[in-house]
């Protein structure tokens, strides 16, 4: 009784200090797990090996641990004993073979995602992949690319960069670094990438249709850039146009292809479709100043002013240089201007014309709308005639004076300046003009008894 007595104090003894010892054991090695994926974190997989290994010295039946070191020793490209490790810890824990499902189904998911073009899907599951495939180098590679589809150029270059840190050779990533260079329009820098690519994996296809691309882009964009210095604008607006085919997916490439050919269809007095191509240009790169004031400059031509002020605006906002502060105000200033009666218009001469051209035009215009030539016309129609007469002789009275002319021309609204139009009398600027007779093929009179601003013509 006494000896039974003394053996289950004795086997309760060793109970608590075996409980106690694995206690203890269990928490300094999940101190060297955490020691380990800390140096992992800073991708110093030698100390984060060395911490993993002494954490399964402790506890050689946990799982994890084995888990954990495999996935070092694939960045330490030890392969074979990254298989032992993972191959272990699956007989430990079932539960690493359903993880390992888990990532076939991302994988699975990530290639219909990257047929469809969802980019984004693809990034999303190979996140979820590489969070129980840490080291796996394809997983990242085509991370890196979805990323490159996307224009999430620097995170695409560092996921890359990170891979050829431990497999210089490694052709994807290569391939990765010059996909991010190409569309970036570092086009040189990006076929260097692929050829090395290419060296180190030659039958890597889509290294050698992306080098392709590159070459056959640069070749197009030069040829349109030399016959468009040349003169040659017909020839330049088609080889940009043939640019443009090669390669949809190259962005910024593509939007200056597109504001090269909006600059030819300008010099073709083709500004709608110019207005088009740089729209297109702005689309794809939405901080391509260029093609805003290529636009803004045929929205001018075009008379089409608020349109150029905002793209103005749009310019001075992201870039306030003088240039483009002037150019705003410029802009501003056709826009007040375009509020006011155009007189140039209302002559027909261009903004430029002399003062010759002016009386011409004057004379013109003045006998065209003169009411005494439509004396037979309905009264709608003599009405209307007559509005033009009084705008023709208005329009003149300001561009043959120079200080109105120079006042007018700089954005003043001629009808708010009662001292400098006066008492405007439109019959009495025809009459100063043509001297009260005849000349010019034609004879007039005026009719008193018909009321002022009422002559008779006789055209010959």
């Known amino acids: 009784m006494i000896l039974s007595l003394r053996c289950e104090i004795c086997t309760a003894g060793m109970v608590h200090f075996l409980s106690f010892f694995i206690s203890v054991s269990f928490r300094e090695a999940e101190s060297f797990k955490e020691q380990g994926n800390a140096y992992y974190i800073k991708k110093d997989y030698s100390e984060a090996f060395s911490y993993y290994t002494k954490a399964i010295d402790m506890c050689p039946k946990n799982a994890s641990y084995y888990g954990n070191r495999a996935a070092t020793l694939m960045m330490l490209s030890r392969h074979r004993e990254a298989l032992e490790d993972s191959q272990q810890a699956v007989r430990l824990d079932d539960t690493f073979m359903k993880n390992a499902d888990s990532v076939l189904e991302y994988e699975k998911m990530a290639e219909l995602g990257f047929e469809k073009h969802d980019f984004r899907m693809v990034v999303f599951c190979m996140d979820r992949a590489l969070e129980s495939a840490s080291a796996c180098h394809r997983f990242k590679v085509l991370k890196a690319e979805c990323l490159a589809m996307l224009g999430r150029y620097p995170e695409a270059q560092s996921v890359a960069s990170d891979i050829l840190r431990m497999d210089a050779t490694n052709g994807d990533a290569l391939y990765v670094r010059g996909l991010c260079l190409y569309y970036e329009d570092c086009i040189d820098k990006a076929v260097q990438f692929f050829v090395q690519a290419l060296r180190m994996a030659p039958d890597h296809e889509k290294a050698r249709l992306a080098c392709r691309n590159a070459k056959a882009l640069k070749a197009k964009k030069e040829d349109g850039n030399k016959a468009f210095k040349d003169g040659n604008y017909d020839a330049a607006y088609e080889l940009y146009s043939e640019a443009l085919t090669i390669d949809p997916n190259n962005i910024k490439t593509n939007a200056k292809l597109f504001c090269n050919r909006g600059t ?197």
């Open 264 to 460: 030819v269809g300008s010099k073709l007095k083709k500004i709608d479709q110019a207005i088009e191509d740089c729209t297109k240009a702005v689309k794809l790169d939405e901080t391509y100043i260029k093609a805003y004031l290529r636009r803004a400059q045929c929205y001018m031509d075009k008379e089409e002013y608020d349109e150029a002020v905002r793209d103005y605006e749009k310019v001075y906002q992201t870039e306030k240089t003088k240039e483009h502060k002037h150019l705003l105000k410029n802009a501003q200033l056709e826009l007040k201007k375009s509020k006011r009666k155009d007189y140039y218009k209302v002559l027909g001469v261009d903004k430029n014309a002399t003062e010759d051209e002016i009386k011409k035009a004057y004379r013109k215009r003045a006998l065209m709308h003169h009411p005494d030539r439509h004396s037979s016309a309905s009264a709608e129609v003599q009405k209307e005639e007559e509005k033009k007469f009084k705008e023709v002789g208005e329009a003149f009275t300001v561009l043959s004076d120079p200080k109105k002319k120079s006042r007018y021309d700089s954005g003043h609204d001629m009808e708010d300046d009662t001292g400098n139009m006066g008492d405007f009398d439109a019959n009495n600027i025809f009459k100063a003009f043509f001297g009260g007779g005849g000349g010019q093929g034609y004879s007039f009179e005026a009719n008193q008894s018909s009321g002022p601003g009422n002559f008779f013509f006789q055209f010959g």
